[in-house]
């Protein structure tokens, strides 16, 4: 009911920067909380940042300060500025747009395919 695509992954050298984006289309009663995993080969998929209808931002120690989540609303979309990459970074960048269906219902998650973010030394 919600499909969620995403782009802007490819490869850069420590220090680069990356913008991703990703898009939620479909019907939804409403678009509640989305945010952006990622998972590296042989690891658990880990919350990279996530951003409340009201803007509320949350990041994992290790990208603070370097990575922005940001949304519009009016797009349905969410992206993920990436400053000062570094080789540890790299992983599939997944994300994920919790929604309702209706108006007290259970949030339901819809996940995108994945972008590949990689960091060269």
């Known amino acids: 009911q919600v499909n969620v695509v995403e782009s802007g992954g490819g490869l850069v050298q420590a220090g680069g920067s990356l913008r991703l984006s990703c898009a939620a289309s479909?019907?939804?009663?409403?678009?509640?909380?989305m945010g952006w995993h990622r998972q590296a080969p042989g690891k658990q998929r880990e919350l990279v940042a996530g951003?409340?209808?009201?803007?509320?931002?949350a990041y994992a120690d290790s990208v603070k300060g370097r990575f922005t989540i940001s949304r519009d609303n009016a797009k349905n979309m969410v992206y993920l500025q990436m400053n000062s990459l570094k080789p540890e970074d790299t992983a599939v960048y997944y994300c994920?747009?919790?929604?309702?269906?209706?108006?007290?219902?259970?949030?339901?998650?819809?996940w995108g395919q994945g972008t590949q973010v990689t960091v060269s030394s």
């Open positions: 994920n747009v919790n929604y309702r269906t209706s108006l007290g219902s259970s949030s339901f998650g819809a």
């Open positions: 951003i409340t209808n009201g803007g509320s931002t």
């Open positions: 479909g019907y939804a009663f409403s678009i509640n909380t």
